[in-house]
């Protein structure tokens, strides 16, 4: 396969040179990622300034780019790559992309962004709470790319995995799973500056891990398993969309708020 790798912890980051060592045991393997750490950049793209990608020596094709994660990959899929990549990963990050957290993170968006441009992606974190180990997670990575090389992934989807923060032997397998709720609850730090004027530091708490809502993401990783969600970018939600049209209000009777005066 011809595999194109981006993450948002940054070129230098050790989880994308574990992944590149994965695929490139057996793959094509070019890697297009941030100069420096985009970690919660979301699905963030750059207007109305240049973007400058630097090439790489060393044994893949790899450039580093002053972008975002959705830079990395839009301009390495229309201009840097000499081929189409079959497959998108984007990883190891280092730090679950759990729950809320999914929609702030640009190792995430790395892979929708692949989906967007109609390649099969795959998303990577794993759990730190120590250095971890990246290994496991990339080349389960490549494991799950390679299974999913015949039947590909369904139009819009991206894969996003988590892994735990635990020996390989002690994980207890894979599952498919929802993503729920949130791990944290936000607080700020407060930091008063010279002339007294208060700054806020976003912080957040963990939350009582012990109401984790079974089948989601957070509690799969905690009970010992990888975690694999199926994300969509399109995202309405369909259950929502039905309840909505059930319970609230049609729409038609506001038509009267922009008609004449
Ligand atoms: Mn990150």
């Not at 794993?126 to 490549?142: G, L």
Request: with cysteine.
């Amino acid at each position: 396969m011809k595999v194109l790798l981006t993450n948002d912890d940054g070129i230098e980051a050790e989880g994308l040179r574990r992944l590149a060592e994965a695929f490139r045991e057996r793959h094509e393997t070019a890697v297009v990622a941030p100069d420096r750490e985009r970690s919660a950049v979301s699905h963030a793209v750059t207007l109305r300034r240049r973007l400058r990608p630097v090439r790489l020596p060393g044994p893949d094709l790899a450039w580093s780019l002053d972008g975002t994660p959705a830079d990395c990959v839009k301009l390495a899929v229309h201009v840097l790559l000499p081929w189409r990549p079959d497959f998108v990963v984007s990883g190891v990050n280092r730090g679950l992309n759990v729950g809320i957290d999914v929609l702030y993170s640009g190792t995430v968006a790395g892979a929708l962004e692949g989906t967007a441009q109609g390649v099969p992606s795959i998303a990577v974190s794993v759990e730190a709470f120590r250095p971890p180990d990246f290994r496991p997670a990339a080349r389960f990575a490549r494991a799950l790319a390679e299974s999913l090389e015949a039947c590909g992934l369904p139009r819009g989807a991206a894969l996003n995995v988590n892994f735990p923060a635990r020996d390989p032997a002690q994980i207890l397998g894979a599952l498919w799973t929802r993503q729920v709720g949130s791990l944290f609850r936000d607080t700020f730090r407060v930091e008063t500056d010279e002339a007294g004027r208060p700054g806020y530091c976003l912080e957040g708490e963990i939350n009582a891990v012990g109401s984790l809502e079974p089948g989601s993401d957070a509690w799969a990783v905690r009970e010992g398993y990888v975690s694999v969600t199926p994300l969509g970018i399109d995202l309405t939600s369909c259950g929502l969309l039905r309840e909505i049209r059930d319970s609230l209000p049609s729409l038609g009777s506001l038509r009267k708020s922009f008609d004449g005066a």
